[in-house]
């Protein structure tokens, strides 16, 4: 009777991935916990975290807050996917995790670009990255956002683009500027010659969401389902796909904006995203309401969407500041110092000579409840008995 082999165990990363995929979590979740869980086991010199407890956990948060001085956003980010670890991966009951210390994000005001700078940083941008940005800008989607547009989520005719599967898989739809309508309609006559190109040399087509391609298999090689930017040579799919056509990156994005905010001469630590805040901040300043913007942003709370109003008032967008009254005023001369006390000088004569007039003598008050009627016309019976009332 032949030996049953058992299967090798699986490992502790390859465990961690799958539950990942088995909730439907982003591939980027997926790289940023299996970093963390990877650092975790080496800070412990490779031990196992099921023979870890709260005090490796604090030991571990502890040296990145002090040591490697993360962000509040990078703190939290590790923490949780040690909590992800424990509960998901390993199954293990943490009743201690309630009492590791969660550190508390400060509220941050965003950076924000006025209209002129952001003209300016889009038109040094190259032209092979412009019209990006023109369309973030103009339209308030997050980078990934943009980078994910497939041909099916640009509507002409609606003048409408839908946003699929944003940042908590929820979906939108923003407007499409008109001034952008022909450069977006030249951008997908590019495309169209790299899916032509790719279909001509057999290539497997593009990721497609959910297994659709085992219900539709010809749908990542359809034209439908094409990137509107798409990369311009093939890259390895990060899940095992195969060599395919991929959307095009992030970084050479963000490197372009940096240099072009050195070239237009902007000293603020902008980044991509920065048009969207700038988008948001803009609207508002042009009078829309505060849930027309957080619907064009897909923010779930408008509460999110308010941190736009306190930009406009530290910017003085709404609030005009007192000293501005002042610079609008035309200085006051200075008065000249009274002349100290003696004899009065001599009047000066008249212009025309001759002898100088004497002063006028003052004259006298009338008597309370009195005045005088002027006629500038021959007497009335009217206006003499007017004035005989009022005398």
Same mark, same amino acid.
């Given at each position: 009777m032949p030996m049953s082999v058992e299967p090798p165990p699986v490992r502790l990363l390859d465990q961690l991935r799958q539950q990942i995929r088995y909730l439907h979590y982003s591939i980027r979740t997926e790289e940023a916990y299996v970093h963390w869980v990877r650092a975790f086991v080496h800070f412990h010199d490779l031990r196992h975290p099921a023979d870890l407890g709260r005090d490796a956990v604090q030991a571990f948060l502890g040296w990145l807050a002090t040591e490697q001085q993360v962000s509040v956003s990078t703190h939290k980010q590790a923490l949780s996917a040690l909590l992800f670890l424990y509960q998901k991966v390993l199954q293990l009951p943490v009743p201690w995790m309630s009492d590791v210390n969660r550190p508390q994000r400060a509220p941050r005001l965003p950076v924000v670009l006025s209209h002129d700078e952001v003209a300016r940083v889009l038109a040094a941008l190259p032209d092979e990255h412009r019209l990006f940005g023109q369309l973030l800008y103009g339209t308030g989607m997050r980078l990934l956002e943009g980078l994910r #547009?497939?041909?099916?989520?640009?509507?002409?005719?609606?003048?409408?683009?839908?946003?699929?599967?944003?940042k908590g898989a929820k979906d939108r739809v923003v407007m499409l500027p008109a001034s952008l309508e022909q450069p977006l309609r030249h951008q997908l006559l590019a495309a169209q010659a790299l899916w032509s190109a790719d279909r001509a040399a057999g290539v497997a087509?593009?990721?497609?969401?959910?297994? #659709?391609d085992r219900k539709y298999p010809r749908a990542p090689l359809s034209w439908t389902w094409f990137w509107v930017f798409p990369q311009a040579v093939l890259s390895v799919d990060p899940r095992g796909a195969g060599l395919r056509r991929h959307h095009q990156l992030e970084q050479p994005f963000q490197r372009a904006f940096k240099r072009a905010l050195q070239a237009a001469g902007i000293h603020k630590p902008a980044t991509p995203h920065t048009l969207r805040h700038s988008f948001a901040t803009h609207l508002l300043l042009a009078g829309y309401d505060i849930r027309t913007v957080q619907e064009l942003l897909g923010h779930s709370d408008v509460s999110t969407t308010m941190i736009y109003t306190h930009v406009l008032k530290l910017g003085g967008g709404a609030v005009r500041s007192p000293v501005d009254n002042l610079m609008t005023l035309s200085p006051v001369p200075a008065q000249p110092s009274a002349p100290a006390a003696g004899p009065a000088p001599a009047p000066a004569p008249w212009p025309g000579g001759g002898p100088v007039r004497p002063p006028r003598p003052p004259r006298a008050r009338e008597p309370a409840g009195a005045y005088t009627v002027t006629r500038c016309c021959p007497p009335t019976p009217n206006c003499t008995a007017a004035a005989a009332t009022a005398s």
């Open positions: #547009l497939r041909i099916k989520d640009i509507e002409f005719e609606r003048r409408a683009i839908i946003v699929r599967e944003g087509g593009v990721q497609v969401p959910n297994a #659709l």
